[in-house]
């Protein structure tokens, strides 16, 4: 299973996805604000990082390039889980170090694609 973070300023947002991420038996953790996420994922490098992008104290862009910019074993799989739309945020949360943009709400069959997905992909890497 994977370790999953969940970067969210909403509460709910990240109770719901942190539960359903370790009800399918993946290690998750959630933060509040973009700096506990990159706190977060200092210590706990996870595999998977979903972040809203609308954050306090570090806006998800900027805890993007702060969790690049820290030298961890292996670098996790960013995903921008964002009710921001449009060709121009995607563009943004690329040149920042995003690997994929979700838009909010995702569909849960989608998610869960995804997490399997990338947490093979973290398996398989040497």
Do not use: W
Request: hydrophobic share 45%; net charge negative; with cysteine.
């Amino acid at each position: 299973m994977a370790r999953i973070l969940v970067a969210d300023d909403l509460r709910d947002i990240t109770e719901t996805m942190g539960l359903l991420f370790e009800t399918l038996g993946h290690d998750t953790r959630v933060a509040g604000d973009g700096q506990q996420a990159v706190d977060t994922a200092s210590a706990f490098e996870p595999e998977i990082v979903f972040m809203d992008l609308d954050m306090p104290v570090l806006n998800g862009y900027e805890a993007a390039r702060a969790i690049r910019g820290t030298p961890l074993a292996h670098q996790p799989f960013l995903v921008a889980l964002t009710a921001s739309h449009g060709v121009a945020v995607e563009v943004a949360t690329r040149a920042c170090g995003f690997d994929f943009y979700l838009c909010k709400p995702a569909d849960t069959n989608a998610l869960l694609a995804l997490v399997d997905d990338l947490s093979s992909r973290a398996r398989s890497r040497p």
